[in-house]
């Protein structure tokens, strides 16, 4: 791990940058403690880095489960209680991975996938706009469509004339403009500019412009519009912000249930990010997906023993380290380690930051997912890759994550279903002119499950009186029963219409069987073929 410092050190700074707002913000939407979200940002670095398999990914407190968070709270009486829950959950989690559930992670389609990351990139975007203007009613981490403001993305938008802050504007488009110039032009120019990250200069310069113009009125920046993380006078107000479980509660059914809850809910966001940043790794590895729930659990066993939120890993910041030039996982852990060691040592330097010129750092990793160049691609592959797409970038945008991954794979389902309804067979159609016979030759596919009834039934219910009918079923590894139901109702119809049938087989061919059930026993074709 240590091979890469040089590239690991510098994306560690920005992904640190861009960690600090949202675990503020994420533990603000939750209405947990402040510093809880500064503890799951530096667990998820430092503890789930440390252990996940992932060379990429970033783990920390995840905004899916702020409304989770925010009624169990209620629920459960107390954040103590809820502490409870999440170790539990993180237990739950172990299972998860001993029990290889992490398989599940290979069954989202692709589509749905690139649609979360375009979905989240114009999320980024449209929440940071806000902030980039120095209006920040909203707190950071809230990617809902529905705000815990009580406004929703758009309204949130048109509350910002009347309410920008001229200084914090100019100071955010100072900072977007270096970063770009950063990125297009210097990066490519030596190796200082590879070292020293263009977020870097950003927030020193918003650090120097907010304390030169702290006095100046109208170009200042207020207070509310910086970073705002605890800062304690002495060790003993720093060991006070630990909160610890109150496992006196730990036979409560609402304490498992929400654990049950987290742990299902944390490990979904984990499997769609794991996915997600395999497909934005430029040497495209492959995370170990069960070794990611293992990981992951540790993490939240350790974050709900010492008063910190749920983790999961994050695409924000898991793309932030891969666009900032991240080799190794070592990027991950260094980013929690500077989150422990700020939070210790400069909280005061920490609180001078402007957040609208974090919200430029953040514009920029929204533009890079959601490339207008990534939604040209998709649609040029067609409806079948472009419909489950757009749902999912639509469902997020106007709902949240885990609401428009749903709608995402709902509708990839109905795609495939729509797919096999159409691939279940061949027909070859021929006209014998010595007898004048009709003769269809419907090759069915390598697997007929009942999906594809409709398509067969369709077809037989087609057929002219006095054709003939031939079934292939050579290259058929399985046939459901509830295919073979239908051939067996079809001889009836058959025998009506004067239509004769035949079956070829690798076990052989016969006309106009008896009973299609006998044939085919109810089983696997391929157990009944012939030896070579």
Known sequence: MFKHLK????????????????CLGIALASGA????????????????????????????????????????????????????????????????GVLRAGIIGYYFPSSVIKGMLTGIGIIIILKQIPHFFGYDADPEGDWSFFQVDGENTFSE???????????????????????????????KKGKFFKLIQGPLVAVALGIVYYLVTQNSGEWGIAQEHLVSVPVPENFGDFIAQFTFPNFSIIGEPAVWITAFTIALVASLETLLCVEATDKLDPKKRTTPTNRELFAQGAGNIVSGMIGGLPV?????????????????????????????????????????????VLAAILFLVGFKLAKPSTLKRMFSLGWKQWVPYMITVLGIVFTDLLIGISMGLAVGIVVILIKNYQNSHFLHIRDEKETGIKVVKMTLAEEVTFINKGAILKEL????????????????RYLDHDIIEILDDFRFRANDKNINVKIISERGTIENPESYEAFFKEVKIEE?????
């Open 7 to 22: 590239n690991d050190f510098p994306s560690a700074v920005v992904v640190f940058f861009v960690a600090l707002p949202l």
């Open 33 to 96: 403690p402040l510093f809880s979200g500064l503890i799951a940002g530096i667990v998820g670095g430092i503890v789930v880095g440390a252990i996940s398999g992932s060379s990429l990914g970033v783990s920390g407190p995840a905004a899916g489960l702020t409304a989770i968070v925010l009624a169990a709270i209620t629920t459960l009486g107390g954040y103590e209680n809820l502490l409870v829950a999440i170790v539990l959950g993180g237990v739950i989690q172990l299972l998860f």
């Open 157 to 187: 938008l048109g509350n910002i004339i009347g309410n920008i802050s001229p200084g914090a504007t100019l100071i955010a488009a100072i900072g977007l403009g270096i970063l770009i110039l950063w990125d297009v032009v210097l990066s």
């Open 312 to 356: 999961t890993q994050v695409i924000v910041r898991s793309s932030a380290n891969i666009q900032s030039g991240g080799q190794t996982k070592m990027s991950a852990i260094l980013h929690g380690f500077l989150l422990l060691i700020s939070v210790i040592l400069v909280p005061n330097i920490l609180n001078l930051i402007p957040l609208s």
């Open 461 to 476: 219910d087609k057929l002219e009186p006095n054709s003939y009918l031939e079934i292939d079923v050579c290259k058929t």
């Open 528 to 532: 009944y073929r012939t030896p070579a």
